[in-house]
């Protein structure tokens, strides 16, 4: 086989690819944001973080805090993404309210000691954030968790570097949560990729079948191809996790895209015949094989599509 | 209508209880159980129970939607908005915490431990000063007891108002790691609040007797009561009835009216709410129009060796001059009309100390049975004259 039939073949794989990944991308999106998966996620992170067994859940403290239940979208809702100066905040509040005192007085009727007229409630908590803080850790029994913010603690010299410091710690542990959401999400997004597979019979081996035997067709998509990276439209596929109407037009012009170059999806006729023949492990192996391939992404198919297609060009003779 | 209380209500979520928490009245392995609570706390399920719950009055949906609420304040405001636009507007409410961490293993633990369950009581009680008075969960496995030093910042500041006990989560209440806690409520006249009937939670580990000792350590170990208790956990881990040796009816053994006894007589001015009235089986006894209760009734007594039910127990030898402060609440049992009935009757004929009862009614565990005002109406219905003081006057004695 020529090495330019080849490339072509990647090129138009690329684009097929490039085009359901997107898809599944967006369906990915929308199923994370119904399933709060990331924010569910952020929870059990941070939750993780900040266990403390010895003295409390301070992560359940952290999302009960003010600032945070208030990122809410309602009630039962979690946070997506909260900030590490958001984060930095309530944690030296949470910590330094350890310190806080507040006396209750109960006031009674002065001619029966027992009818309760009113509470009255008086606060005594340290106006200094910085010493607030630190009065907090004195309250607490040892555990690493206090062990570790004490660090904080001598390692800084004012409430703005202790917060800073938080921050920073934040940071770094989110950057590891991000490639650990990563990992976790795979597995979700090969299912869908396997869902988009069967539902729209993305059969990889029938597609490489087509490729490699109709010229006219492949030489079509590679054309495509290079029109829309030359146009650089692909990158705009922007996905809204949000308005499920946005996304449901993206897919629809996805799909026309793909019925456009009437690519070889979907039951149609020559479906049953292959029932007929038997060759259903075949297919099962291309349906396979495809949602593989989806599950490594849109970027991934992208850069694939755009390599194969310099490539192409720096072989051919300048005219 | 003024000062009136609701002794006995409880405030925290469904992330306060174990992992495996609806094994529960549900008699599901705990893997199963897990998964449930699981699934009832993801959005959706609880998306669909709380409008299911707004559109179906169906009794166990609307437990679940207060189990399924967001937070403490939550549910504290769904109760008070219960009485707002009602007679009883203005209610005090006495919410008791209770100490989960302990109930099931230790891999089950509590999305929301008991610490941050109390450091969000805190927070309210801050909020709602005027209204919310709640009790400090006691459980004696809980290292923080040994010096009594958070209990105290909580009851010195008046946070909190009370101590919460709830034995069948796996402890005895004559337990000797308690000692210093009765002396200190003693000297201090703070009320205490335990569980008592054979219904509720109870320990959910896989092995129950791993915390029922064949002879427990108590504070008072020369009563004469310590060897019949001692019979009686022997009794329960030979019974006949296998199902005497199971979680829900062993803790049972924890449960029973006769622990307070050793407990009364080293600390005899101890201020301590028996409560529930010892429960519907307890009460109605082989009267119990249900069949299986007046059954369980009959068995469980012999297994326990009970000359009289658990709430004669409470009323003959509990609420007695001996012991000038105890006092049991009607809570839960006022659901039942047929208990409500038979307190009417023992009020009527002096057979039992109309000072010492107490007005509760278990929200939000009473949920499962009828809605908060329907139970407290029928609470109302049985106990005629009695019923306001049992709501003001005795409340406030028993809290101050």
């Not at chain 2, 992330?15 to 959005?43: E, H, M, Y």
Request: aromatic residues 12%.
């Amino acid at each position: 086989m020529q090495v330019s039939k080849i490339l072509e073949i990647l090129i138009a794989l690329g684009l097929f690819y490039f085009l359901f990944s997107t898809l599944v991308s967006l369906l990915f999106e929308w199923y994370s944001h119904k399933t709060q998966k990331r924010g569910r996620f952020l929870y059990e992170t941070i939750f993780k973080l900040l266990n403390d067994p010895v003295n409390k859940s301070y992560g359940a403290s952290l999302y009960s805090h003010f600032s945070i239940d208030q990122l809410k979208k309602n009630r039962d809702s979690y946070p997506q993404y909260i900030s590490s100066e958001m984060f930095a905040n309530a944690l030296i509040d949470i910590i330094g309210s350890q310190s806080e005192i507040t006396q209750f007085t109960n006031v009674f009727q002065s001619n029966d000691s027992k009818n309760l007229i009113k509470v009255e409630m008086e606060e005594f908590r340290f106006q200094d954030p910085y010493e607030r803080f630190q009065k907090g850790l004195d309250a607490m029994e040892y555990s690493p968790f206090k062990s570790y913010l004490r660090g904080f603690f001598e390692k800084t010299e004012n409430y703005s570097d202790l917060k800073n410091a938080i921050s920073k710690w934040f940071d770094d542990y989110m950057e590891r949560v991000s490639g650990w959401y990563k990992i976790r999400t795979k597995r979700s997004i090969f299912i869908i990729s396997l869902l988009v597979c069967f539902a729209l019979n993305v059969d990889s081996i029938t597609l490489i079948k087509k490729l490699n035997t109709d010229d006219k067709y492949r030489k079509d998509l590679v054309l495509l191809a290079e029109k829309k990276v030359l146009e650089n439209k692909f990158n705009d596929q922007k996905i809204d996790s949000v308005d499920l109407a946005k996304n449901l037009n993206s897919i629809k012009s996805i799909i026309n895209e793909i019925e456009d170059n009437s690519l070889p999806i979907g039951y149609q006729d020559d479906f049953k015949e292959l029932n007929k023949k038997n060759h259903y492990i075949m297919w099962f192996v291309g349906i396979l094989i495809s949602a593989f391939a989806l599950s490594f992404g849109a970027p991934f198919w992208f850069e694939v599509m755009v390599k194969a297609i310099n490539i192409r060009r720096a072989g051919i003779k300048p005219s | 209508m003024n000062d009136i209380y609701n002794i006995h209500s409880h405030i925290f979520t469904g992330k306060c209880a174990p992992k495996d928490f609806l094994q529960v009245g549900a008699k599901l392995g705990d893997g199963a159980s897990s998964f449930l609570k699981w699934l009832i706390l993801t959005r959706p399920v609880s998306w669909i129970i709380v409008k299911l719950g707004n559109l179906i009055p169906k009794r166990i949906l609307q437990f679940l939607k207060i189990g399924v609420m967001a937070s403490q304040e939550e549910v504290f405001l769904d109760l008070k908005g219960a009485y707002d636009n009602s007679q009883y507007s203005g209610i005090k409410i006495v919410a008791l915490t209770i100490d989960m961490d302990y109930m099931s293993d230790p891999d089950k633990k509590p999305e929301k431990d008991f610490n941050s369950q109390i450091q969000d009581v805190y927070k309210l009680k801050k909020t709602y000063p005027n209204i919310l008075f709640p009790f400090y969960g006691v459980d004696p496995r809980n290292p923080d007891i040994k010096n009594l030093q958070n209990l105290k910042r909580a009851l010195e500041s008046k946070t909190f108002a009370g101590i919460k006990l709830y034995p069948p989560n796996g402890f005895f209440p004559f337990d000797i790691r308690l000692d210093s806690l009765y002396k200190y409520a003693e000297e201090n006249n703070i009320p205490i609040m335990t569980h008592c009937t054979r219904g509720g939670s109870y320990y959910i580990g896989k092995n129950v007797w791993s915390v029922i000792p064949d002879n427990p350590t108590s504070l008072n170990p020369t009563h004469p009561l310590m060897p019949i208790i001692t019979a009686r956990i022997a009794a329960y881990k030979n019974a006949s009835d296998k199902s005497f040796r199971e979680n829900a009816r062993a803790c049972n053994l924890f449960t029973h009216p006769e622990n307070y006894i050793p407990v009364l007589d080293k600390y005899p001015n101890l201020k301590l709410c028996i409560a529930h009235l010892g429960g519907d089986i307890e009460i109605l006894g082989l009267k119990n129009p249900d069949a299986k209760s007046a059954k369980l009734f009959q068995t469980a007594k012999d297994i326990e060796g009970n000359t009289k039910s658990w709430y004669d127990i409470i009323k003959q030898d509990i609420l007695i001059e001996k012991y000038p402060n105890t006092f049991t609440d009607i809570s839960y049992s006022l659901c039942d009309e047929n208990c409500m009935k038979q307190l009417s009757s023992d009020l009527i004929n002096n057979l039992i100390d109309q000072k010492r009862v107490l007005f509760g009614t278990d929200y939000f565990m009473v949920a499962k049975e009828n809605a908060e005002l329907k139970v407290v109406a029928v609470g109302e219905n049985n106990l005629k004259v009695y019923f306001p003081d049992l709501m003001s006057k005795n409340n406030q004695s028993y809290l101050f």
